[in-house]
């Protein structure tokens, strides 16, 4: 198996998309590839984000799977404390019902813990 990442935003703040493939591609040429779909594709996704159109491509077309939080099977909390390891909700669409239509996301922020301001 190879795994691949599409990447998209700045170096601060990004999403991405991992994928994985049982042939191996050199990076050039996933690099080509995915620069001639983002190139058909434009503005004229349905998806969220311009990653999530070419995943999609990649896999409808090319061989690719997309690793999404809907393909997980088990997911488990690990920490040191013996209190805080336990098997996690792998959320499925009924777990979404009330926030359908929502015009939101979420976003993680590492803060300091200091209590001051970055500059």
């Known amino acids: 198996m190879f795994f691949y990442e599409l990447r998209e935003g ?6 991405d998309v991992l994928l ?10 996933f690099f080509e590839l995915v620069q001639s779909i983002r190139e058909s594709l434009q503005d004229s996704y349905e998806q969220d ?6 995943a999609d491509e990649l896999e409808q ?10 393909r997980l099977s088990a997911s488990v909390n690990v920490s ?3 209190d805080d390891n336990y098997l996690a909700s792998v ?5 979404y019902e ?10 993680f922020v590492d803060m ?8």
């Open 10 to 15: 700045t170096d601060e703040v990004f999403a």
């Open 98 to 107: 009330d926030l359908e239509g929502a015009d939101y996301r979420g976003l």
């Open 80 to 82: 040191k404390n013996e």
């Open 61 to 70: 077309d090319h061989g690719f799977i997309a690793i999404s939080d809907e």
């Open 112 to 119: 300091p813990t200091d209590r001051t301001r970055p500059n």
């Open 49 to 54: 984000t311009l990653i999530e159109a070419i």
């Open 91 to 95: 959320d499925t669409e009924e777990d």
């Open 20 to 29: 994985v493939r049982e042939e191996e591609m050199a990076a050039e040429a």
